[in-house]
């Protein structure tokens, strides 16, 4: 709790706003905890620019976590502090992206397929009340991406007994 009371400061850091109340506002659901030992090799994690992963110039909202042992990561809700998701290292970053491309291409440009009922359907076929891609590791991305190109997710639709 008291690290939710320090994510919500406001304060500015690489001269931007940080935690003004309605960029607090646009985040959606209860928020994760910002990483402080890094669940990779359990080093420290520390706040950064993400312009030390792009060539030295920042890339949209420039705050991310990043762990100071083997460099695992994650970015945060734009004019916040609060992580996206987990640290992730290359792996499950590749991970992730490749389970968003399966994942997306069901509910943009081929369907109308709502992404939150797509989110939903996902939590259930994975046994949880609520999921987000950047919240799951390596396995669990690529469970998603067999499950999505399988067809066990199809748009508005669960397919009877499917499992991950």
Known sequence: MAERARRRRRYTL???EVNAPAAIARVKGEPLDAPTTCRYCQGKVELVS???????????????????????????????????????????MKA?????????????????WDR?????????LL????VHIAWLDEAE???????CEGGAIMPGVMQRGARL
């Open 116 to 124: 939150t009922q797509g989110y939903r359907t996902l939590a259930r």
């Open 14 to 16: 690489f001269d931007r």
């Open 50 to 92: 993400n312009a030390q992963f792009y060539g030295g110039k920042p890339f949209g909202w420039p705050l991310a976590y990043s762990c100071t042992g083997c460099g695992a990561r994650v970015g945060t809700h734009e004019g916040t502090d609060i992580p996206l998701g987990t640290l992730a290292d290359p792996a499950t």
């Open 141 to 147: 991305c690529k469970r998603v991406v067999e499950f």
């Open 96 to 112: 992730r992206r490749q389970a968003h491309a399966a994942f997306d291409a069901l509910h943009k440009g081929r369907t109308a």
């Open 127 to 130: 046994g949880r009340r609520e």
